[in-house]
């Protein structure tokens, strides 16, 4: 018997875990909803090969299997990469992030705890640079657009069919960004036009937005329970609608509005379930909180300047890079060590 | 009515309390055993010196150990009866380590020994620290802090508040809570004795909300006392540290390494001031206390026990039941198993809980840290256990003390909610005993180098003496064979002994010495050569031999 405490809280790992698969489940019924069932068949293949390639490296790497296997990190990663994938990817194209996220990403690092990258965002990156037009090739969502059933869904994810037109095009983040490179020779676009011809919905695209608000949900639910700490979220969203609220007053006419970069593209699951990863985020408070507005910051700056339709991934990465000399510095004051009231000087003899 | 509301601290826990079951019943007095086991070391400090022999008869609250030096507490005899040894036994201390004891046949007269009178209010503030480092009054919080060394009677500047700890924050524990409930008045007593050894002004009984009998009594028992404050604080784990709860009372934090004092605060648990009382007013030395018996037994409850009664004892008149692995001493955060039934209730011990599988949640197996900083988020010290966790694994020990691990309490809060389940603790005590342990060695070789340099010096020493008795000798044999007529050329032309002093006059004289020498050494190998070697004959006449003989 090892030494104190004997009492324990019951939140083990795995549930924290399952807490955060059952917080996404709003977010994904919504895209089912929006998008068609692609996204489902994108969560059922991410996982196996999440689970096939996390087992498959436990026992190279000599390690039992059972308890790994059954943290629930894994799928974690798994949901988190598939939800930021085209849901009507070709099923190899998930199938491979998914393995470079758990395989290279989390244990070539070392496994669970170890990894300095979120692997999510890892793979994220690994597959936009690798097969960017793949990777582009969004549904859409609202009137005048079909969406994909599940026969042409199945067709599409599994059948190795290529026939998109009509049922894909850009995202609105993507949209955007080409529609404001404009044409040469032309006179400058204009965002209100721009923004007036790409779905747009209400805030940030017909689809999204409501994607969007579940994500929220979700999201406000974790914070609610404890699983995560608001610092991230609310630092992510509050910096994020700063620095866009400064560049679209700035100059409205070529910036879109601050909440438009809140609720468009990975904002949301950006702000509550990638950005509060604990293993590759910061520790500390004030550590936390200058990662998410380093990541909010990073990610307008590629959105608006840089050559990806959205920069959450990027963005996380960078970030990722900074965690150790972030959590070296705001280390907060230890008990007694802080500012406070006058300590009497020793006075002679008291030693 | 305008009550104080408390600071609070950081961090903390709610864990189940487990405490209902023992506050049900009131205090009972356990009955005496046959055989009383005193353990001397019962305090921090310097273990107490015997003062009974084997077969003396010993009256009850006679001193039998007295305390060595000022940190130390003295300890007495739990009833009248034989002293039938005086040997080492093994004590309540998670090592499971044999300590002195006296060991008393209880002759069944629970005679008290002849009151010796004491009048603390005319005593010198010095006769009345010795008069309770005599009657053997430690803090009863669990920490046995000789409670004399707390108090600087005469320095009536030194402090303004005095806090009366009867927080008892730990799940399963509940003596103080009795001891409130039915002993509210002594304890105050106790508290205005304190306030007036200590100068303090003011005296706050900090009690957490989840004990509404016992701020009641308290209340009632301190209506009439100026300057006694009773404050109702949240209850929350670890408020009864003695940190923790000076910082949820007055917002002080006092530091690692430093003394309430210096903040002008000095903190006592309520069973030591009912221990103080006991001592000044009525003359009794602390030879019982209140023990909570805990978990799987009939009659859960707490009793007042005779330091020294058997553990095993007490949880048989509790009822003990059948499929108990083993016993904590003190609660479930920072108890310990103890390494038997035999060893007996001491000054620290403030709980028992008969442990069975079934009593606590089992805990699940240990996973991988995930960084989740659960462990910060309560962490009453303010620490980042999860770095500490990180360091300690890795055997760096500096950044461990960098980052604060001596300031760990050791509360087992981090560990509490660790989602993965490390008991990241005893992380802690390992880095701590390795700093120490690598302290130590440190001392051990700066030590063995002023050994070495000391030893070094003595034989720089030695050989300058020697140098300059062979001086003196030399020249008093040079004396000797300055009439020897010239005999010395031989075919060793260059002196090997020049380290004789320079060349001096008398060649001749020297020259002579060193031939009777080489004639000495000659002789005495020849011999050996032909006993052991002749090849080696030649050997003899090198000169360099005639260096080794006189080196």
Known sequence: MSGA?????????????????????????????????????????????????????LALRGQRLAPALSDGSALVTAFLLALCLPPLSPWWLTALGSVFAIVVAKHLYGGLGQNPFNPAMAAYAMLIVAFPALMSQWPLAGEGHQVAGFGESWRLVFGGERAL???????????????????????????????????????????????????????????????ISWHVPTTFLVVLALISALFWMVDPASHAPP????????????????????????????????????????????RVFGAFPDGIAFATLIMNLCVPIIDRTTQPPIFGHKQGPARRGLRQGDR | MNRRRGFGFHGGIEPNSYKSETTRLPIRV??????????????????????????????KGQRIGAADGNISAAVHAPTSGHVTALELRQVPHASGLADPVVVIRADGEDAWMAPEPFDWRAAPPDAVRDYLRDAGV?????????????????????????????????????????????????????????????????????????????????????????????????????????????RALTGIEVPHGARSTEFGVQCFNVGTAHAVADALERGRP?????????????????????????????????????????????????????????????????????????????????????????????????LQPLELYWYARGNQFGKAQEYGVFDC???????????????LVDY???????????????????????????????????????????????????????????????????????????????????HALIAQALARVRARQAGQDVADDPGGAAGAHQPGDTGHTTS
Request: charged share 20%; aromatic share 6%; proline share 7%.
């Open chain 2, 409 to 423: 309490i050791e509360c087992g809060c981090c560990a509490y909610v660790c989602p993965s389940n490390i008991r």
């Open chain 1, 5 to 57: 405490p004997y009492l324990h809280r019951a939140r083990s790992v795995p549930v924290i875990m399952l807490w955060v698969l059952a917080a996404l489940l709003p977010g994904i019924v919504v895209h089912a909803g929006f998008f068609g069932p692609g996204i489902l068949m994108q969560l059922v293949v991410s996982s196996l090969a999440a689970l096939v390639a996390e087992s498959a490296v």
């Open chain 2, 428 to 510: 802690y005590r390992y880095a701590k005993s390795e700093i120490w342990a690598s302290e130590r060695d440190k001392a051990r070789a700066d030590a063995a180098r002023a050994r070495f340099d000391a030893r070094n010096a003595r034989i720089e020493r030695e050989k300058s003496e020697r140098a300059a008795r062979v001086a003196a000798k030399t020249a008093a044999s040079r004396a000797a064979v300055s009439a020897i007529p010239d005999a010395s050329a031989d075919g060793v032309s260059e002196p090997s002994v020049s380290n004789a002093g320079p060349a001096s006059g008398s060649e001749a004289a020297k």
């Open chain 2, 30 to 59: 356990a009955p005496i055993s046959e055989e009383l086991v005193v353990p001397l070391h019962q305090n921090i400090g310097g273990t107490p010196r015997p003062l009974v022999r084997v077969g003396e008869y010993v009256f």
């Open chain 1, 165 to 227: 037109d009509g049922i894909t095009g850009a995202t609105p983040l993507d949209a955007l960004r080409t529609g404001m490179r404009g044409l040469p020779g032309a006179a400058p676009p204009q965002i209100s036009t721009v923004m007036a011809g790409s779905g747009l919905g209400v805030i940030a695209g017909v689809g999204w937005e409501w994607v969007a608000a579940a994500y929220a949900l979700g999201g406000l639910l974790l914070v609610a329970l404890r699983v």
């Open chain 2, 138 to 246: 430690v803090g009863l919080g669990g920490a046995v802090f000789p409670s004399h060394l707390k108090m600087r009677p005469g320095d009536a500047d030194a402090i303004d508040t005095l806090i009366l700890n009867g927080a008892e924050c730990e799940p399963f524990i509940t003596c103080d809570d009795l001891l409130m409930r039915e002993r509210a008045a002594t304890i105050l007593r106790g508290a205005s004795i304190l306030a007036r050894l200590t100068g303090a002004r003011e005296t706050l009984v900090g009690i957490e909300d989840n004990k509404p009998e016992a701020i009641a009594a308290m209340r009632q028992a301190g209506a009439g006392m100026a300057g006694v404050e009773v404050v109702v604080l949240p209850t929350r784990y670890p408020t009864g540290g003695a940190k923790q709860l000076i």
């Open chain 1, 259 to 302: 909440w438009f970069h809140v609720v468009a593209g990975g904002s949301m699951l950006g702000a509550f379930f990638v950005a509060t990863d604990p293993v590759s985020g910061a520790s500390t408070p004030r550590g936390k909180c200058l990662f998410a507005a380093g990541i909010a910051v990073l990610t307008y700056l590629i």
């Open chain 2, 286 to 382: 602390l030879i019982s206390r209140i023990v909570t018996v805990a978990g799987a037994v009939r009659t859960p409850r707490n009793y007042e026990v005779l330091i020294g009664t058997p553990v095993r004892e007490l949880l048989a008149d509790a009822g003990m039941m059948a499929g108990v692995e083993r016993v904590l001493m003190g609660g479930p955060m920072m108890g310990f198993a103890l390494p038997g039934y035999a060893v007996p209730v001491v000054k620290a011990t403030n709980c028992l809980i008969a442990w069975t599988p079934g009593l606590l949640p089992e805990q699940p197996e240990e996973r991988p840290c995930i960084r989740c900083g659960a462990c910060a988020e309560v962490c009453p010290a303010d």
